[in-house]
Nanobody
Framework: QVQLVESGGGLVQAGGSLRLSCEASGSIFSINNMGWYRQAPGKQRELVAT???????NAADSVKGRFTISKDNAKNTVYLQMNSLKPEDTAVYSCNSEVGVLLGIDVKYLEVWGHGTLVTVSS
């Protein structure tokens, strides 16, 4: 079984910074993409940023220049550094990953979600 556990959310004033962490644990053989998504109250979930196994990153236009995604392969952990936070960044931030698990001699890839961490930015 594979789990993603997020941490680092909280309350911050506009203009402030937070760093989110997401650690994957369990019977992991390999990890492909990892990413962060967010869902604000009354809105659909949206992509924030992703990072591939080779380190290629992608970010939503709304966070480019403010948010940075990175990872530590040795710790199976992905980070989201969020700077210059705005009230509109308030949302539940969830981690997502495509994780490979070994089944006999085969590797099966599973899409796994964390439970999310709340980020609240006050004006």
């Amino acid at each position: 079984q594979v789990q993603l556990v997020e941490s680092g959310g909280g309350l911050v004033q506009a203009g402030g910074s937070l760093r989110l962490s997401c650690e994957a644990s369990g019977s992991i053989f390999s990890i492909n993409n990892m990413g962060w998504y967010r869902q604000a109250p009354g809105k659909q979930r949206e992509l924030v940023a992703t990072i591939t196994s080779t380190g290629t990153t992608n970010a939503a236009d709304s966070v480019k220049g403010r948010f940075t995604i990175s990872k530590d392969n040795a710790k199976n952990t992905v980070y989201l550094q969020m700077n210059s936070l705005k009230p509109e960044d308030t949302a539940v931030y969830s981690c997502n990953s495509e994780v490979g698990v070994l089944l006999g001699i085969d590797v099966k890839y599973l899409e796994v979600w964390g439970h999310g961490t709340l980020v609240t930015v006050s004006s």
